[in-house]
């Protein structure tokens, strides 16, 4: 358990900083997940899917990158 003001992961929330407001595939350890990045918290992200915020836990995400367009 991580204590209150602390990053678990502080590469990954430095990343994932980086990649907010663009869209964004992410697998945790149930499913994978594709939208926009909204925000990124200590211990949560914040992904849009079809103008919903979904919660994913930093501790659960198994990897993640930038969605691409295929045309």
């Known amino acids: 358990m991580t204590q209150m003001g602390s990053i678990s992961n502080p590469y990954l929330y430095e990343t994932l900083n980086m990649m907010v407001g663009q ?23 914040v992904v849009e899917v079809s103008r919903t915020p979904f919660f994913i836990r930093m501790e659960e995400v198994l990897w993640v990158t930038l969605a691409t367009n295929k045309k």
Request: no cysteine.
């Open 23 to 45: 869209p964004i595939v992410v697998q945790t350890e149930k499913n994978i997940q594709q939208g926009k990045l909204i925000s990124v918290l200590p211990d949560d992200i």
